[in-house]
């Protein structure tokens, strides 16, 4: 049960386990990044980098939160094995704003779930990685918005879902997409002062540019 949102953070920052042990290494490493580029890059330490660089970290670690009530191997957190992906998955089937959608849940999700299930456990975890650290963040920000917009979709006919949650959700991600939230205090832009300032312009060179 929810007690408020100061005692929850710090419940589930002091919780332990492996889980919380990697999610604080994914924090240290967004402040040392964030350091690192605020010591090279005079153009880094303003207002407008800081206030992404914190935006898409809480955001990343959104997608890291409900990242674990659905790990393998049985995609849920529950010890009966109730709740968790199976059970969204069913609600999918029986919710989605299109037939389409809903039959091929029913038909194709369902059936393979085991095929699929793992693809939005680390689906979810490289978008938490992506936006925690910034790396690549038009990469995580474009997968971001996929599972969302496919949320919002999926759920939409559930009473009790609030539609918009989703879809605020999909927008933000597109907005990670068109405004680089990497590029600020993250590692895309150690990534991109590197390919810039290199003379090749290689493949390499051209992939930073395009995911960062």
Same mark, same amino acid.
């Not at 049960?1 to 100061?6: A, C, D, E, K, Q």
């Not at 919380?20 to 990044?33: D, M, R, T």
């Not at 970290?57 to 670690?61: E, K, Q």
């Not at 990534?191 to 390919?195: T, W």
């Given at each position: 049960?929810?007690?408020?949102?100061?005692a929850d953070?710090?419940e589930f920052?002091t919780r332990g386990?492996w889980?919380?042990?990697?999610?604080?290494?994914?924090?240290?490493? @967004?402040?040392?990044?964030a350091?690192?580029?605020?010591?090279?890059?005079?153009?880094?330490?303003?207002?407008?980098?800081?206030?992404n660089?914190l935006?898409r970290?809480?955001?990343?670690?959104m997608?890291w939160?409900?990242?674990?009530?659905? /790990?393998?191997?049985?995609?849920?957190?529950?010890p009966?094995?109730?709740?968790?992906?199976?059970?969204w998955?069913?609600? /999918?089937?029986?919710? $989605?704003a299109?037939?389409?959608?809903?039959?091929?849940?029913?038909?194709?999700?369902?059936?393979h779930?085991n095929?699929f299930?793992?693809q939005v456990?680390?689906?979810?975890?490289?978008?938490a990685?992506?936006? /925690?650290?910034?790396?690549?963040?038009r990469l995580?920000?474009l997968l971001?918005?996929?599972l969302?917009?496919?949320?919002?979709?999926?759920l939409y006919?559930l009473? @009790?879902e609030?539609p918009?949650?989703?879809?605020?959700l999909?927008?933000?991600?597109?907005?990670?997409? /068109?405004?680089r939230p990497g590029?600020?205090?993250? $590692?895309?832009a150690v990534?991109?002062?590197?390919?810039e300032?290199?003379?090749e312009g290689?493949?390499?060179?051209r992939l930073?540019?395009l995911?960062?």
């Open positions: 049960m929810r007690v408020n949102p100061f953070a710090i920052l386990g889980v919380l042990a990697v999610f604080w290494l994914l924090l240290v490493g @967004s402040i040392v990044l350091i690192v580029n605020i010591r090279q890059d005079k153009a880094q330490r303003t207002a407008f980098h800081t206030g660089w935006l970290l809480l955001i990343g670690c997608w939160q409900q990242s674990l009530w659905k /790990m393998p191997p049985t995609y849920t957190d529950q009966d094995g109730s709740g968790g992906l199976p059970y998955v069913g609600q /999918m089937a029986d919710n $989605a299109f037939g389409l959608q809903s039959d091929f849940v029913k038909n194709i999700v369902q059936p779930f095929f299930a793992p456990y680390f689906g979810e975890v490289f978008i990685l992506s936006l /925690m650290l910034g790396l690549f963040t995580g920000g971001g918005a996929l969302a917009l496919n949320l919002w979709l999926g006919r009473d @009790s609030w918009w949650t989703y879809f605020f999909f927008v933000i991600q597109v907005l990670f997409v /068109m405004y590029r600020s205090l993250g $590692a895309d990534l991109v002062r590197r390919v300032s290199s003379l290689g493949l390499w060179d930073v540019r995911v960062s």
